[in-house]
């Protein structure tokens, strides 16, 4: 495409009309990534992100762990081997070691571009850590120098589809203008993260699903949505959620006595049942020492941050504590990757990070961080050099297609009914932010729920479109009410309990049940299991 392509504008509105070879929504590590493998593959890109890119997420708030392995096969054999089980054999070996690789090319790469890694005691780089701000910033700016443009505060309101039903581009609005933008595109990428409901988890209050209502109507589908109810630790009052801190954390009552068992690897549901009926208070006081608490404050900083402002001492007074809902974005569940492009099911249309399942490294429980960054970059490297190929290869045609916009539920409604967004996202929320219908689930809990997501977004397709003041959060208690749905219709499927999914009327492992949950659909959600494999084939092809 030429430069004044990329540059034009729709003169008759003043709106921003644009056209590229790739177009990349989302602004995080799998969205920068994905726009630099896009660049760097001969592709003109468009990167649009809600917030501003470099700063905007879950991964610029806070330290980054990585999944950073060196090539050596004992090191790679127990990497992998430690998530097995974990994730209830539901991960694929081909995946892992390809996400390590990918990974260790990555960083190094950082590295060889000059990204300031923190060293040891001995001078050596460590490069299984990332600090968010410090790497969103050199993002930013490694894909700035490519030439990527990008659309800062510009969330994406729905995706571009030609004739054929191929993903053609995408529009949306600018948050600071109140004009509307549209970028037509060989190919999109979809690099959003996951939702975490608004559940003000450190750096996720961006991340509301959009990317997932967006592909689902453009027909995708999901694989793993059950395993989309991550919870983590934080202060009462603070948004703070690095769990990893409370490794060394002891769990009390109120009155000081030790809750048996908070501090195993079972300990957060432990934390949850007794949140259910009482205060929970921590203290990071075991096996600590002078060293462990200046590499905590080193790694983390900002951790430490509202202990400093309010005058606590983490490692000496104890502290309330509160399980904060963290999704799809620490959980598993997201679009479904038909194949190692990272390619969806439909054409034209690539998911990366937290936006795309990430069962095929992680099996059905959390990869936390470490994981999840190294298949952010992986697959956003992946996604973008695929988008690349796929868009040049239609030449002058992508330019010539017809397309139309495929959003509809908060954007486009019917009849004479309105709705607040406010009033839907809490109505959502109420959903599944307890512990008692979304960690700890049964068949009468996830229907009776499901009874009234169904009638929320009923209520949302039936009701006019609100005006572009009110337009993103709409589309976001559309995103959260059909996020919530795929989630607890593939948890009433899966009638086991198996990584993160717990269902306390079915608690064991059915080891009939050992294959993938797939879903989709918007106003007639469907659920399907993926053909059962064994734990061989799954595990160890």
Same mark, same amino acid.
């Given at each position: 495409?030429?430069?004044?392509?990329?540059?034009?504008?729709?003169?008759?509105?003043?709106?921003?009309?644009?056209?590229?070879?790739?177009?990349?929504?989302?602004?995080?590590?799998?969205?920068?990534?994905?726009?630099?493998?896009?660049?760097?593959?001969?592709?003109?890109?468009?990167?649009?992100?809600?917030?501003?890119?470099?700063?905007?997420?879950?991964?610029?708030?806070?330290?980054?762990?990585?999944?950073?392995?060196?090539?050596?096969?004992?090191?790679?054999?127990?990497?992998?081997?430690?998530?097995?089980?974990?994730?209830?054999?539901?991960?694929?070996?081909?995946?892992?070691?390809?996400?390590?690789?990918?990974?260790?090319?990555?960083?190094?790469?950082?590295?060889?571009?000059?990204?300031?890694?923190?060293?040891?005691?001995?001078?050596?780089?460590?490069?299984?850590?990332?600090?968010?701000?410090?790497?969103?910033?050199?993002?930013?700016?490694?894909?700035?120098?490519?030439?990527?443009?990008?659309?800062?505060?510009?969330?994406?309101?729905?995706?571009?589809?030609?004739?054929?039903?191929?993903?053609?581009?995408?529009?949306?609005?600018?948050?600071?203008?109140?004009?509307?933008?549209?970028?037509?595109?060989?190919?999109?990428?979809?690099?959003?993260?996951?939702?975490?409901?608004?559940?003000?988890?450190?750096?996720?209050?961006?991340?509301?699903?959009?990317?997932?209502?967006?592909?689902?109507?453009?027909?995708?589908?999901?694989?793993?949505?059950?395993?989309?109810?991550?919870?983590?630790?934080?202060?009462?009052?603070?948004?703070?959620?690095?769990?990893?801190?409370?490794?060394?954390?002891?769990?009390?009552?109120?009155?000081?006595?030790?809750?048996?068992?908070?501090?195993?690897?079972?300990?957060?549901?432990?934390?949850?049942?007794?949140?259910?009926?009482?205060?929970?208070?921590?203290?990071?006081?075991?096996?600590?020492?002078?060293?462990?608490?200046?590499?905590?404050?080193?790694?983390?900083?900002?951790?430490?941050?509202?202990?400093?402002?309010?005058?606590?001492?983490?490692?000496?007074?104890?502290?309330?504590?509160?399980?904060?809902?963290?999704?799809?974005?620490?959980?598993?569940?997201?679009?479904?990757?038909?194949?190692?492009?990272?390619?969806?099911?439909? &054409? $034209?249309?690539?998911?990366?990070?937290? !936006? *795309? +399942?990430?069962? /095929?490294?992680? =099996?059905?429980?959390?990869?936390?961080? %470490?994981?999840?960054?190294?298949?952010?970059?992986? &697959? $956003?490297?992946?996604?973008?050099?695929? !988008? *690349? +190929?796929?868009? /040049?290869?239609? =030449?002058?045609?992508?330019?010539?297609? %017809?397309?139309?916009?495929?959003?509809?539920?908060?954007?486009?409604?019917?009849?004479?009914?309105?709705?607040?967004?406010?009033?839907?996202?809490?109505?959502?929320?109420?959903?599944?932010?307890?512990?008692?219908?979304?960690?700890?689930?049964?068949?009468?809990?996830?229907?009776?729920?499901?009874?009234?997501?169904?009638?929320?977004?009923?209520?949302?397709?039936?009701?006019?479109?609100?005006?572009?003041?009110?337009?993103?959060?709409?589309?976001?208690?559309?995103?959260?009410?059909?996020?919530?749905?795929?989630?607890?219709?593939?948890?009433?499927?899966?009638?086991?309990?198996?990584?993160?999914?717990?269902?306390?009327?079915?608690?064991?492992?059915?080891?009939?049940?050992?294959?993938?949950?797939?879903?989709?659909?918007?106003?007639?959600?469907?659920?399907?299991?993926?053909?059962?494999?064994?734990?061989?084939?799954?595990?160890?092809?």
């Amino acid at each position: 495409m030429s430069a004044n392509k990329l540059a034009s504008l729709a003169i008759s509105t003043n709106d921003l009309d644009l056209e590229t070879d790739v177009l990349v929504i989302g602004g995080g590590p799998a969205g920068t990534w994905a726009a630099w493998s896009a660049a760097t593959s001969g592709a003109n890109v468009i990167l649009a992100d809600k917030g501003y890119c470099g700063t905007s997420g879950a991964a610029a708030a806070s330290g980054n762990g990585v999944w950073y392995v060196p090539p050596d096969p004992e090191q790679r054999e127990a990497a992998m081997a430690s998530r097995e089980a974990m994730g209830g054999f539901l991960c694929d070996r081909n995946w892992m070691t390809r996400v390590l690789d990918r990974t260790y090319e990555n960083i190094n790469s950082l590295a060889d571009r000059g990204y300031p890694f923190r060293v040891d005691a001995d001078g050596k780089a460590i490069r299984r850590s990332l600090q968010g701000p410090d790497y969103m910033r050199f993002m930013r700016k490694k894909i700035k120098q490519a030439g990527v443009k990008i659309l800062d505060h510009s969330p994406a309101l729905e995706l571009l589809v030609d004739a054929e039903g191929s993903v053609a581009g995408a529009s949306g609005i600018n948050r600071q203008s109140g004009k509307r933008w549209k970028v037509r595109a060989g190919a999109v990428v979809i690099a959003t993260g996951g939702c975490a409901f608004l559940s003000k988890a450190l750096g996720c209050n961006v991340l509301t699903g959009d990317g997932l209502l967006m592909a689902a109507e453009a027909g995708a589908d999901f694989s793993g949505m059950e395993f989309s109810n991550a919870y983590a630790i934080s202060p009462a009052f603070s948004s703070v959620t690095k769990t990893r801190y409370y490794d060394w954390a002891s769990f009390t009552y109120e009155d000081g006595t030790v809750i048996e068992g908070a501090g195993s690897k079972r300990g957060r549901s432990v934390i949850a049942k007794t949140l259910l009926t009482q205060p929970v208070y921590a203290r990071l006081d075991q096996n600590m020492d002078e060293e462990t608490k200046a590499w905590m404050r080193a790694s983390q900083p900002n951790f430490f941050v509202v202990f400093d402002r309010a005058g606590i001492d983490p490692f000496t007074q104890r502290f309330p504590i509160t399980l904060r809902l963290e999704g799809t974005v620490r959980g598993t569940g997201g679009i479904r990757i038909a194949d190692y492009t990272c390619a969806t099911s439909v &054409s $034209g249309l690539y998911a990366a990070g937290d !936006a *795309a +399942t990430r069962e /095929l490294i992680c =099996g059905g429980f959390t990869g936390g961080g %470490s994981h999840n960054a190294a298949w952010a970059m992986s &697959s $956003g490297y992946w996604s973008g050099q695929s !988008a *690349a +190929t796929h868009a /040049l290869s239609l =030449g002058e045609k992508a330019a010539l297609r %017809s397309v139309r916009g495929v959003g509809e539920a908060g954007l486009q409604g019917a009849g004479n009914n309105t709705f607040s967004p406010e009033e839907a996202i809490a109505a959502t929320q109420a959903e599944v932010f307890p512990y008692d219908r979304n960690l700890f689930r049964n068949a009468a809990g996830l229907s009776a729920s499901l009874d009234r997501l169904n009638d929320l977004w009923q209520e949302i397709r039936n009701s006019h479109t609100p005006d572009n003041s009110q337009i993103v959060r709409s589309r976001e208690a559309a995103a959260m009410v059909a996020t919530a749905r795929w989630m607890y219709n593939s948890g009433l499927q899966r009638q086991e309990t198996r990584g993160m999914h717990k269902r306390v009327d079915y608690p064991q492992l059915d080891p009939s049940q050992q294959y993938r949950i797939l879903s989709g659909g918007l106003d007639k959600v469907w659920v399907k299991p993926e053909s059962a494999v064994t734990s061989r084939e799954l595990v160890a092809v």
